[in-house]
């Protein structure tokens, strides 16, 4: 079975200074891993997603992840927050081994704050 | 950019009455899904569904749920009779289905609300 953890229920950070969003999966196979974002009143948009291509994945906006095995994190980061960046960001894994049938297990969501 | 649309955005509904959700998918995508959040949780797959059939369905997805592709752009889900519980953000979502590392483009939502 699949699992996320997100570590933060909230993050504030000033704008011009760094987003860290933290994430922990638990995954009984090579995971699939994504970013998805969430505006008020708006679909989830896929920010990034992770495709064992490579650790550190880049996504739109600004923001990327890296992909860490060895302590089951797939953090996202950005270097300079901006008042759009305000919304609430989901860590997602895929039920199973990848695929199109698979259904999408969700973290439970960091809403980030942007302070002017 | 194509999107995933949802009617009605809102929806206010007995309880024990049926009610269906309705969503257009992305024109040429063959996966649907639907999610639901309940207010303050975790967004949690109901269901997912391909070639006219169900592929996979969660615990959730129980006999007072049905989807059905009724022509070929709609793709909808019916909660036969409403539980006060049911009440939640509904998500549509599909995908072309064409990699492994697949990404599901998501809806606006219905919010739901059974009194």
């Known amino acids: 079975a699949q699992s996320v953890t997100q570590l933060d229920s909230h993050v504030s950070v000033s704008e011009g200074t760094p987003v860290l969003l933290r994430c922990n999966y638990s995954s009984s196979y090579s995971p699939s891993l994504f970013w998805y974002v969430q505006h008020p009143n708006k679909g989830l948009q896929l920010l990034l997603k992770?495709?064992?291509?490579?650790?550190l994945v880049k996504g739109i906006n600004g923001f990327e992840a890296e992909f860490k095995k060895s302590e089951t994190s797939f953090h996202l980061t950005k270097p300079s927050a901006h008042m759009s960046d305000a919304a609430e960001y989901f860590c997602?894994?895929?039920?199973?081994?990848?695929?199109?049938?698979?259904?999408?297990?969700f973290g439970k969501g960091t809403h980030l704050i942007i302070q002017p | 950019e194509p999107e995933v649309t949802q009617t009605p955005s809102h929806q206010v509904t007995q309880m024990g009455q049926e009610v269906i959700l309705r969503c257009v998918p992305i024109s040429n995508h063959l996966y649907f899904y639907w999610y639901r959040q309940i207010l303050g949780q975790k967004v949690e797959f109901l269901v997912s569904f391909y070639n006219n059939e169900i592929s996979e369905k969660s615990e959730i997805f129980d006999d007072q749920f049905s989807v059905e592709r009724p022509d070929g752009s709609n793709f909808t889900l019916k909660i036969r009779s409403t539980k006060l519980e049911d009440s939640a953000m509904y998500f549509c979502?599909?995908?072309?289905?064409?990699?492994?590392?697949?990404?599901?483009?998501f809806g606006p939502g219905t919010r739901l609300l059974v009194l």
């Open positions: 997602v894994v895929t039920r199973y081994s990848g695929g199109g049938a698979d259904g999408l297990t």
């Open positions: 992770y495709t064992s291509a490579a650790t």
């Open positions: 979502a599909s995908s072309t289905g064409q990699d492994e590392q697949e990404t599901q483009y």
